[in-house]
């Protein structure tokens, strides 16, 4: 009998038994190789291993360099599950990063010169003692908890031990509240685990994938893509859930145009049909789940023709496609999605996902959910972090409970004094996040930072955050730099190493030198006890059986997996994490915190005479922010552009190409016009854009005044209130075709 | 509604939005090699015929302008090449399917005779010249003697020359607009148009101008004509031509081309002529003008049209 | 030997790899392509279609590039492909003019240039063209149509297909998966 929760209590300790299975490897100990930056390919040529930072997937890959020792190309490591080989635009063109000239190029420290704010120019040693000082100070005064870390990168983990170090455990990152919180949530409540990333779907082998919103093709998470491409060449069934004809409804059997806001309508009448005309797994259900009866009566109402006057789509569509997934089952992936914070009931919706995943039994079988596996590498060894005296949950007695990460809003919120709180944060580290772009209501994260005593921003280019940094340390890029291994869950276990390709261009620094150099000078260099992080590395490697020398060569290892299959066996007994040890369709944790055990569908509010709902999502060449500047994919993809349906162009006679401005339900209007691409593509109630556009800092030169930005126009969250998740598609934006008058314009 | 996009930013602004590659440069080239091959044409035409006498300015003065024409022109094509260092690759091979490559080599044997038949004509211009070397007189003697066979070979060449203006063009079936057989006829028709319009303007013999003004207003005849002829075929050809078409009858170049290439390049002047000839009195210089003016805009507007016009997209 | 190139509509989802992937084999500059991407949509919300296509020259059979070139510069080579010998080219852009799917650009340098298929950087080498060895959903076919057990001759048996602009009589060895 296999029991997750031994697993997870296992895997947690430590490497110990990966340890030990890796020893047979140890033919490579004691290899030496030249140590050269470069190591020789099979074709001679010179490259060395990277895992890309263009976006979250990480694909491992190699880095070329030309005759004169430039950088010149990147492509896959075939090795890598992550990629296979095969890098996206992203990630290829991700040289265009490392020759950006627009880079941060020195330390900056805010200062003041004649009564005007400006950034002076400092050695590291000047920022980094300012920074030590200002923490010791706030420290002192308000105790270390009352201290941020906001990250999303590969190097930010140096920074979470710094803060872990320094005694806050307040590491938020972008990612969930504003992205796959309601998820993780959702499906931690049901089956008592985590989608993960790369998420767990088995879309290679599946017959049938249903991807509600995730627009894959457009959202660029490689291996999902190439997976998506191989269940298309071996027949399986696609079925899209989006408002837009995107590109993964052109590729889909069935295209089914929601209106927006409403799947939770929809998901509900899938399940009540699967379980009416008795589609659903079960011997599966019966044997792994909790709360059938329960779900059956309260879904009852949730008919193909209910559902039709609400989301608009016709009920044999609903009830062929409830078939399609019956049909495929349990090879069928009702996928999670990944940006999943949309209106506010997205833990909800995301728990009628998972709730049809285990009807259909699609969860630890083959072509739906297999059990990933991750290869642990040991912690240097370090003296025990403080206990911090307070977290962020302090600011917010009662709420959230289940969210399982920080709220990234959260911490914003509480930058921002109030009585009623009892934790004002007073300082934030920024590591790769653009924090002005990324997070919902605007005006609130301004207020919030001009109430923090210091702001650090940790960045390679000067984004929009940086702009309000007391002190802006500029990173080197992915290519010019070690970070710690890459060991996501995988099939296969594997980690990946990143290594500079070239010495870091101007004065920019590796954030574990920040890290460390920080730590020495806030007396927290016990905690950095190794001498430079080749040594780090190459301690973590030769305890599973590798060795640095050995990754410099081949950039990606894979270790044999340690606990159970991919794959449920045939009446396999197993205990899911979850309170009832069973796939809970009825939750109890949601029930407990006093919210619907099983969901409900409420509506949403619509757009008001003369508006239209704003929907966003991504293009494949960029990556919000992290690209907006790259001259490579600023080639490919220079600007976006506001879709609207030609009937609703007709009614504002707009015409493809023409610029206007947005203005939203809060009479917010946008900084930059928006072009017009008038295209059937897009429903006539919404109109859609590519989140990271629009870009207001007059450095990034190829970015600015580009597009339109997304994110200023949502000024309005819809809160999930179980896991403080920031639903923002609850905003509506009319058109003005004549420049505003300047006072007007929000910033 | 049919949407089709370039997704992926190609912004090579010699292809898009549409293609752009040729510019001033090209389309004057085209109608001073055309005007040069007009005026070559006539002299040569009233040479062989015999008729220096009564043509003297289409033979003897109208030609001293077409060596500096074609140098012109040549520099206008020099100046448009994005090589340019490497022109003399040109020269290195023939190739037949090439309408660049033979244009080049036709202005190769043209722009010397041109320069011949000025010299040997230089005694009108300049009565008092010597060529002071012996040598130079015995050449200028022998081609003196052989001036039927330069003739003929002018005759011939400023034909090529006059067709390979439109010929550069329709070779182009990749441009739907220059994708017709019609261009070749027009452009020489225009050259020659252009090159009478230029003795007219020229010439102080009223017997000349008049001779010349005829033959003119053929010459426009057949230009509506041909114009008319192309513009059937478009329409009762592909979708593409028929969008070609389109940028005359009613899209961007509906004014510019109407209304400067055929009223006021071919029936204004026209209209003119018949009066003149008629005996009402006139500034004999604005028929001529206006055609030539004409022949210029009729090669700017097929060049940048025909760049509009594409298959795709 | 024909090398030719087949792109499956069906599975390519405009991502545009292959054209970054090119630009940084080929050492084309910022701000020109050797290879572009075309989505045509068709219909009337909610009855659509979507048709990606990775475009780049077509290694025309009856190439007009070729035919109009005065120096000789546009030529052919091994397995049909039709590249530019840019020290004879002199930039007169008539074969830019000729191409009926605009595949060619004047580089900055002076000369045209144009796809090359990767002959010599890679396909000599025994190596998929950079396009088709990064495309994410492996959308892409290359190699020998006279070979009948080359990925474009089966992929090209065992499927429907179309080439562009066939009424202009180039024989295009560049085909379309549909
Ligand atoms: N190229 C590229 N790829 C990326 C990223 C990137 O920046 N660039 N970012 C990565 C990250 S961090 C994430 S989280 C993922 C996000 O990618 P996904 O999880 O795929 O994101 P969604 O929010 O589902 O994506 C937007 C889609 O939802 C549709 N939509 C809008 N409103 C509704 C609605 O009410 N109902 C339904 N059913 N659909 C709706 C939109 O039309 C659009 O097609 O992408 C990842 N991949
Ligand atoms: N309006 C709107 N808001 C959104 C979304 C949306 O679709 N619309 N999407 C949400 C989602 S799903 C997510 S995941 C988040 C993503 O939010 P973020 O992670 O904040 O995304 P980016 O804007 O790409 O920010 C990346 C920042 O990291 C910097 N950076 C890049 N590389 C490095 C590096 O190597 N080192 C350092 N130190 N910095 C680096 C970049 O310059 C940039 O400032 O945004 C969320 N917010
Ligand atoms: S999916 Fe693309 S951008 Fe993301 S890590 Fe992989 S190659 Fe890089
Ligand atoms: S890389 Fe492949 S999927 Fe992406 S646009 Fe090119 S052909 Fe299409
Ligand atoms: S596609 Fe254009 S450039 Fe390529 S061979 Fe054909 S005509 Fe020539
Ligand atoms: S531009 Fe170069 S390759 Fe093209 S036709 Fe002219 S000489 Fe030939
Ligand atoms: S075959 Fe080579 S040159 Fe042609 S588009 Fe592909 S990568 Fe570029
Ligand atoms: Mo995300």
């Not at chain 2, 400023?158 to 329709?170: A, K, N, R």
């Amino acid at each position: 009998m296999a029991n997750r929760r031994e697993f997870i209590k296992i895997s947690s300790i430590g490497a110990g038994g990966l340890a030990l299975a890796a020893n047979t490897f140890s033919w490579s100990k004691g290899m030496s190789f030249a140590d050269d930056l470069l190591s020789p390919d099979k074709k001679g040529a010179l490259r060395t291993p990277t895992y890309c930072e263009l976006c979250f997937w990480k694909c491992a890959g190699w880095v070329y360099k030309d005759e004169r020792g430039e950088i010149k190309k990147i492509t896959g490591n075939d090795d890598d599950p992550h990629c296979n080989g095969r890098f996206c635009p992203r990630g290829t063109g991700g040289v265009g990063m490392y020759h950006d000239k627009d880079r941060l190029k020195k330390p900056l420290i805010r200062a003041e010169e004649r009564g005007k704010q400006i950034f002076r120019e400092a050695s590291w040693d000047e920022a980094l003692d300012y920074i030590a000082e200002k923490l010791g100070k706030i420290a002192r005064e308000h105790g270390p908890e009352c201290v941020a870390l906001f990250t999303h990168g590969s190097g930010g983990k140096f920074f979470g031990d710094l803060m872990k170090a320094y005694g806050s455990t307040n590491i938020a990152a972008p990612s969930f509240a504003q992205c796959r919180g309601p998820r993780e949530v959702g499906f931690l409540a049901t089956f008592g685990e985590l989608v993960l990333s790369p998420e767990r779907t088995d879309i290679r082998d599946t017959k049938c994938l249903v991807l509600i919103g995730s627009h894959l093709g457009e959202n660029m998470h490689n291996g999902q893509v190439q997976e998506m491409s191989d269940a298309i060449d071996k027949g399986a069934t696609i079925i899209t859930v989006d408002p837009r004809f995107s590109i993964a409804a052109s590729k889909s059997k069935y295209w089914m145009p929601i209106k927006p806001a409403t799947d939770l309508a929809l998901l509900l009448t899938w399940i009540n049909l699967i379980i009416e005309n008795e589609w659903y797994d079960k011997d599966y259900v019966e044997k792994y789940t909790y709360g059938f009866d329960v779900l059956k009566e309260r879904v009852k109402p949730y008919t193909p023709q209910w559902a039709y006057g609400i989301t608009g789509l016709k009920p044999e569509m609903i009830y062929d496609t409830a078939k399609a997934m019956h049909d495929a089952s349990p090879a069928v992936i009702v996928h999670p999605g990944r940006h999943v914070t949309w209106y506010g009931d997205d833990t909800q919706r995301s728990r009628a996902v998972a709730i049809l995943n285990a009807l259909l039994g699609s969860w630890g079988r083959r072509g739906g959910f297999y059990y990933p596996e991750k290869a642990s590498l040991p912690d240097y060894p370090h003296p025990p972090y403080p206990k911090p005296k307070r977290t962020w949950r302090d600011a917010f007695p009662g709420k959230f409970n289940l969210a399982n990460e920080v709220l990234s809003t959260g911490i914003c919120d509480a930058s921002i004094p109030n009585t009623a709180r009892d934790c004002t944060f007073k300082a934030w580290l920024v590591y790769g996040t653009n924090l002005i772009k990324t997070l919902p209501e605007r005006k609130k994260t301004l207020e919030a930072i001009q109430n923090l005593e210091l702001l650090v921003a940790i960045d390679t280019m000067p984004m929009e955050i940086t702009g309000y940094a007391d002190v802006i340390l500029p990173e080197c890029t992915y290519l010019e730099r070690y970070d710690m291994l890459r060991t996501n869950p995988h099939r296969e276990p594997n980690i990946a190493l990143r290594m500079p390709a070239a010495k870091p261009k101007y004065d920019t620094k590796p954030a574990w030198w920040m890290a460390k150099k920080l730590a020495d000078k806030m007396g927290l260099g016990d905690y950095f006890a190794w001498n430079d992080i080749e040594e780090l590395l190459d301690w973590q490697l030769k305890k599973i059986g590798s060795s640095l020398d050995e990754m410099k060569r081949i950039g990606v290892k894979k270790f044999p997996r340690q606990y159970d299959d991919l794959y449920f066996w045939p009446d396999q007994d197993f205990i899911f994490n979850t309170n009832s040890g069973k796939i809970e369709l009825y939750s109890t944790d949601l029930e407990k915190e006093g919210f619907d055990p099983i969901p409900k569908y409420t509506p949403h509010p619509e757009p008001p005479e003369g508006y239209y709902r704003l929907i966003y999502g991504r293009a494949p060449m960029h990556t919000f922010s992290r690209t907006i500047n790259n001259p490579n994919l600023v080639d490919l993809m220079d600007e976006n552009t506001v879709w609207v349906n030609p009937k609703v162009a007709k009614i504002w006679y707009l015409e493809n190409g023409q610029e206007v401005y947005l203005q939203n339900q809060d009479g917010v209007i946008s900084k930059f016009p928006i072009k017009v691409r008038v295209t059937e593509r897009i429903r006539w109630d919404s109109v859609y854009m590519v989140h990271g556009f629009g870009h207001s800092n007059k450095k990034l030169s190829r970015a600015y005044g580009k597009g339109g930005s997304d994110s200023e126009l949502i000024s309005k969250v819809m809160l999930d209130p179980v896991m403080g998740g920031t639903g923002m598609r609850g905003n509506f934006v009319t058109f003005l075709t004549e420049k505003p008058v300047e006072e007007e314009v929000a910033s | 509604m049919k949407e089709e996009i370039i997704t992926s930013g190609r912004m090579n602004p010699y292809i898009d939005p549409h293609l752009n590659i040729w510019h001033w440069q090209i389309p004057l080239y085209l109608f001073l090699g055309g005007l040069a091959a007009g005026i070559l044409f006539f002299a040569a035409l009233y040479t062989i015929q015999g008729k220096q006498d009564k043509y003297r300015t289409a033979v003897k003065i109208a030609p001293f302008i077409t060596p500096f024409i074609l140098i012109i022109g040549l520099i206008a094509l020099f100046w448009d090449l994005k090589h340019k260092l490497y022109f003399w690759q040109l020269y290195t091979t023939i190739r037949f399917e090439s309408p660049m490559s033979w244009g080049a080599w036709t202005l190769m044997v043209v722009t010397p005779l041109s320069f011949i038949w000025c010299a040997l004509n230089i005694k009108v211009i300049f009565p008092d010249w010597d060529w002071k070397f012996q040598w130079v007189k015995e050449v200028e003697a022998f081609f003196r003697r052989n001036i039927l066979v330069i003739s003929w070979i002018l005759l011939i060449f400023s034909l090529i020359l006059g067709v390979y203006t439109g010929i550069l063009f329709s070779a182009f079936n990749a441009r739907p607009l220059w994708n017709t057989s019609i261009l070749g006829p027009l452009f020489l028709a225009s050259g020659l148009s252009a090159g009478a319009a230029a003795i007219v303007l020229l010439s102080k013999d009223h017997f000349e101008r008049v001779q010349m003004a005829k033959i003119d207003l053929i010459i426009i005849a057949v230009e509506l004509f041909l114009i008319i002829h192309m513009f059937m075929g478009f329409l009762a050809s592909t979708q593409v031509q028929i969008d070609a078409a389109n940028l005359f009858l009613g899209g961007p170049y509906t004014t510019p081309f109407w209304l400067f290439v055929v009223m006021l390049g071919m029936v204004f002047p026209a209209i003119l002529e018949i009066l003149e000839l008629r005996g009402y009195k006139m500034p004999h210089y604005i028929a001529p003008i206006l055609v030539m003016f004409g022949s210029l805009m009729l090669r700017f507007i097929i060049a940048y049209a025909g760049q509009e016009s594409r298959w795709l997209y | 030997m024909r090398y030719a190139m087949a792109i499956d509509t069906k599975k390519c989802v405009g991502c545009s790899d292959c054209v970054v992937a090119c630009q940084t084999e080929n050492n084309v500059p910022i701000g020109y392509c050797r290879d572009w991407i075309v989505e045509v949509t068709d219909g009337t919300y909610p009855q659509l279609e979507i048709e990606i296509r990775s475009e780049r020259c077509n290694h025309c059979e009856n190439a007009p590039c070729v035919r109009c070139c005065p120096t000789g510069a546009s030529h052919y080579e091994d397995g049909g492909t039709v590249l530019v010998t840019h020290h004879k080219c002199i930039g007169c852009g008539a074969c830019i003019a000729s191409c009926p799917y605009d595949a060619r650009y004047s580089h900055p340098d002076g000369y045209v240039d144009k796809c090359t298929f990767c002959l010599d950087n890679r396909v000599k080498k025994g190596e998929d063209p950079a396009c088709v060895s990064v495309c994410p959903t492996k959308c892409m076919y290359f190699g020998d149509l006279d070979d009948p057990n080359s990925d474009v001759s089966r992929v090209l048996k065992m499927r429907k297909w179309k080439t562009l602009i066939p009424e202009a009589g180039t024989k295009p060895h560049v085909y379309y998966l549909i």
